[in-house]
């Protein structure tokens, strides 16, 4: 695809959305000043799909998150977002895309319902044959779960309702791709496991495809398809949990003490090192321990690395293993 | 219908609900009722004096001059203000991330702040009516002059405001604005003659809004020999409609690019940044 720059040609943008590619990033590259944050981020997303961006804090995330939604400029590499580029999205455009923005104490006297009306407002002329835009009202007030705080004003709301009007507001467009930017920053348990089982049943109603970011692996693993693991400045690993876990659970950690002394060995093949280990050491083995390395054993590894400005080791480690 | 249509009217509708809330929450009816009250107060302590060379109340000549200060400040500080509150909580972001949101929203702080102009004019107005026998609305002419110092000063002063708000960083810089309002105000002839002071602090004072904008409400509120006592003897129609116009026409061109600049630069990190830095502030 040759659209980097200028015209775009009608067949060059359509042919990403007629195979169901409504998210699609090659070697993205996000520099500020003389700081590289994004070094060449790649990666598509389908219809439907859900897709958590997982990552320490600094590691671009929202600036991935963002360059996508079309709020920031980028410096290279090729984005395109329902088949046009984020930089040169039109209003058309726009009333495809929902962003779930965290709410401050923004519109805070206005009444839920009134505002879901006059923001969905905004949508009507966008309505296709597929698609009936906005929401009615009274249903996603309802899919969000604010039916019996409909009449409140948003300032009158706790926290995790206001995440509802959040959410609300970012899908009263009925979007085709929606993006949450950490959506569950400052939850406690229970607001955050109310959260993950909202955007289940947002993703069962509609086709939409989703594109979260999350520093949490937790979260990532309930509520993703796919996982993108972003550090240093690009994707490092990508897959289901279940892909990554089996990944990273190559190397395990196997722990014994021989004669009152401990030892710790890492190895690749731990059945066979301990088949050796008895047969050379036979009755003298003791306290015998076999650990694989989880995925988030690993992650928090790459986190701690990350955070502690040595990001190069944790990042080898699932290299190694993705190869 | 076309999208622009939608959305203007959207922005409409959303002008009327915030003109609404901003009777019902404590905080605006403040804003509304205090500035009145004090200035009546100070027009009927004035009622006594007179005009320097004339036997006219001076209270009597600051009424409408303060309603010409009003329109002013809800162009200038009551936009400016509004715009870098509503930045810094992310509702802007909101606009921007809606198909037509930016316009809808403009649409809408124009209907705001017509309204809340409009409301505050009344509130001045009604009772000083009554307060003052020497003051009449009862021409056409008055009418219409009333109606097209109105407009134009609402037209001169908003894009201005806008412009204003757009460049503050966050709200706590308001004062960045009110106190250079503070001093034109007192140099502009509201509340008293601007012919007592010196002849260059007038012709400073001639090239700001405010000065133009308490002539005009004069010349619709006050007797016809009263214009004597201004500068060049006469209400001076013309001039007011060519300075408060050229203001117009300098914010319209400036204001859209300014606030375009301003849009751009909205994203959720820099919102986030900034609840972070109110925060701190907070605690």
């Given at each position: 695809?040759?659209?980097?720059?200028?015209?775009?040609?009608?067949?060059?943008?359509?042919?990403?959305?007629?195979?169901?590619?409504?998210?699609?990033?090659?070697?993205?590259?996000?520099?500020?000043?003389?700081?590289?944050?994004?070094?060449?981020?790649?990666?598509?997303?389908?219809?439907?799909?859900?897709?958590?961006?997982?990552?320490?804090n600094?590691?671009?995330?929202t600036?991935?998150?963002?360059?996508?939604?079309?709020?920031?400029?980028?410096?290279?590499?090729?984005?395109?977002?329902?088949?046009?580029?984020?930089?040169?999205?039109?209003?058309?455009?726009?009333?495809?895309?929902?962003?779930?923005?965290?709410?401050?104490?923004?519109?805070?006297?206005?009444?839920?319902?009134?505002?879901?009306?006059h923001?969905?407002?905004?949508?009507?002329?966008?309505?296709?044959?597929?698609?009936?835009?906005?929401?009615?009202?009274?249903?996603?007030?309802?899919?969000?779960?604010?039916?019996?705080?409909a009449?409140?004003?948003?300032?009158?709301?706790?926290?995790?309702?206001?995440?509802?009007?959040?959410?609300?507001?970012?899908?009263?467009?009925?979007?085709?791709?929606?993006?949450?930017?950490?959506?569950?920053?400052?939850f406690?348990?229970?607001?955050?496991?109310?959260?993950?089982?909202?955007?289940?049943?947002?993703?069962d109603?509609?086709?939409?495809?989703?594109l979260?970011?999350?520093?949490?692996?937790?979260?990532?693993?309930k509520?993703?398809?796919?996982?993108?693991?972003?550090?240093?400045?690009?994707?490092?690993?990508?897959?289901?949990?279940?892909?990554?876990?089996?990944?990273?659970?190559?190397?395990?950690?196997?722990?014994?003490?021989?004669?009152?002394?401990?030892f710790?060995?890492?190895?690749?093949?731990?059945?066979?090192?301990?088949?050796?280990?008895f047969?050379?050491?036979?009755?003298?083995?003791?306290?015998?321990?076999?650990?694989?390395?989880?995925?988030?054993?690993?992650y928090?590894?790459?986190?701690?690395?990350?955070?502690?400005?040595?990001?190069?080791?944790?990042t080898?480690?699932?290299?190694?293993?993705?190869? | 219908?076309?999208?622009?249509?939608?959305?203007?009217?959207?922005?409409?509708?959303?002008?009327r609900?915030?003109?609404?809330?901003?009777?019902?929450?404590?905080?605006?009816?403040?804003?509304?009722?205090?500035?009145?009250?004090?200035?009546?107060?100070?027009?009927?302590?004035?009622?006594?004096?007179?005009?320097?060379?004339?036997?006219?109340?001076?209270?009597?000549?600051?009424?409408?001059?303060?309603?010409?200060?009003?329109?002013?400040?809800?162009?200038?500080?009551?936009?400016?203000?509004i715009?870098?509150?509503?930045?810094?909580?992310?509702?802007?972001?909101?606009?921007?991330?809606?198909?037509?949101?930016?316009?809808?929203?403009?649409?809408?702080?124009?209907?705001?702040?017509?309204?809340?102009?409009?409301?505050?004019?009344?509130?001045?107005?009604?009772?000083?009516?009554?307060?003052?026998?020497?003051?009449a609305?009862?021409?056409?002419?008055?009418?219409?002059?009333?109606?097209?110092?109105?407009?134009?000063g609402?037209?001169?002063?908003?894009?201005?405001?806008?412009?204003?708000?757009?460049?503050?960083?966050?709200?706590?810089?308001?004062?960045?604005?009110?106190?250079?309002?503070?001093?034109?105000?007192?140099?502009?002839?509201?509340?008293y003659?601007?012919?007592?002071?010196?002849?260059?602090?007038?012709?400073?004072?001639?090239?700001?809004?405010?000065?133009?904008?308490?002539?005009?409400?004069?010349?619709?509120?006050?007797?016809?020999?009263?214009?004597?006592?201004?500068?060049?003897?006469?209400?001076?129609?013309?001039?007011?409609?060519?300075?408060?116009?050229?203001?117009?026409?300098?914010?319209?061109?400036?204001?859209?690019?300014?606030?375009?600049?301003?849009a751009?630069?909205?994203?959720?990190?820099?919102?986030?940044?900034?609840?972070?830095?109110?925060?701190?502030?907070?605690?």
């Amino acid at each position: 695809m040759a659209v980097t720059a200028g015209v775009d040609t009608p067949t060059s943008t359509a042919s990403p959305t007629d195979r169901g590619v409504t998210l699609d990033v090659r070697d993205l590259r996000m520099r500020y000043g003389s700081t590289d944050v994004l070094t060449g981020v790649s990666f598509t997303a389908r219809r439907g799909e859900v897709l958590a961006l997982l990552g320490p804090n600094g590691a671009g995330k929202t600036t991935t998150i963002e360059i996508l939604e079309g709020f920031r400029m980028r410096s290279g590499g090729e984005v395109t977002v329902l088949g046009t580029d984020p930089a040169r999205g039109d209003e058309r455009w726009r009333s495809r895309l929902g962003v779930v923005l965290q709410s401050w104490r923004d519109h805070s006297r206005w009444r839920v319902r009134e505002l879901l009306a006059h923001l969905g407002s905004f949508y009507a002329p966008y309505s296709t044959d597929r698609i009936s835009r906005p929401w009615d009202t009274e249903e996603l007030i309802q899919v969000v779960g604010l039916t019996q705080h409909a009449d409140k004003k948003v300032g009158q709301l706790s926290g995790g309702q206001r995440r509802r009007v959040d959410v609300a507001i970012g899908i009263v467009g009925r979007p085709e791709v929606l993006f949450l930017d950490e959506p569950t920053a400052g939850f406690d348990p229970a607001a955050r496991r109310e959260f993950h089982d909202l955007v289940h049943r947002l993703t069962d109603i509609d086709d939409t495809t989703i594109l979260l970011t999350t520093h949490d692996l937790d979260e990532a693993e309930k509520l993703a398809d796919r996982i993108l693991i972003l550090a240093g400045g690009r994707i490092i690993a990508s897959g289901s949990a279940d892909e990554l876990s089996r990944r990273i659970s190559a190397d395990a950690e196997v722990r014994w003490s021989q004669g009152g002394t401990r030892f710790v060995h890492s190895t690749s093949d731990a059945t066979g090192f301990v088949r050796e280990l008895f047969a050379q050491h036979g009755e003298d083995i003791a306290d015998l321990e076999v650990r694989r390395a989880s995925l988030e054993d690993t992650y928090m590894t790459l986190v701690r690395d990350h955070e502690s400005g040595r990001a190069d080791g944790a990042t080898r480690a699932f290299e190694e293993v993705g190869r | 219908m076309s999208p622009l249509v939608v959305a203007a009217r959207a922005g409409l509708n959303r002008g009327r609900i915030e003109l609404r809330q901003s009777f019902t929450n404590a905080e605006t009816l403040w804003g509304y009722l205090f500035p009145t009250v004090v200035l009546l107060v100070v027009m009927v302590f004035m009622r006594g004096a007179k005009v320097p060379g004339t036997e006219f109340s001076l209270g009597a000549q600051t009424l409408p001059s303060t309603l010409g200060m009003t329109v002013a400040f809800g162009g200038l500080v009551s936009m400016a203000s509004i715009l870098t509150v509503e930045r810094e909580d992310g509702t802007l972001l909101r606009a921007k991330a809606t198909p037509n949101g930016m316009f809808g929203y403009l649409i809408s702080k124009i209907t705001l702040v017509s309204g809340m102009t409009f409301v505050s004019v009344v509130l001045l107005l009604v009772p000083g009516l009554f307060l003052f026998d020497v003051l009449a609305l009862d021409t056409v002419g008055a009418w219409l002059t009333l109606a097209w110092v109105m407009l134009v000063g609402m037209v001169a002063t908003m894009p201005v405001g806008a412009v204003f708000g757009s460049l503050l960083s966050n709200p706590r810089n308001m004062g960045l604005i009110m106190l250079p309002m503070m001093g034109l105000i007192a140099t502009s002839g509201i509340f008293y003659p601007i012919t007592a002071l010196p002849g260059w602090l007038q012709a400073v004072a001639q090239v700001f809004p405010i000065y133009w904008l308490g002539l005009g409400m004069r010349s619709v509120l006050l007797p016809e020999a009263m214009a004597a006592v201004e500068i060049g003897e006469s209400w001076r129609h013309l001039e007011t409609l060519l300075v408060l116009g050229g203001w117009a026409v300098a914010g319209l061109v400036l204001a859209p690019m300014v606030l375009r600049r301003m849009a751009r630069r909205e994203s959720g990190s820099s919102v986030a940044a900034r609840r972070e830095k109110a925060m701190q502030r907070v605690t």
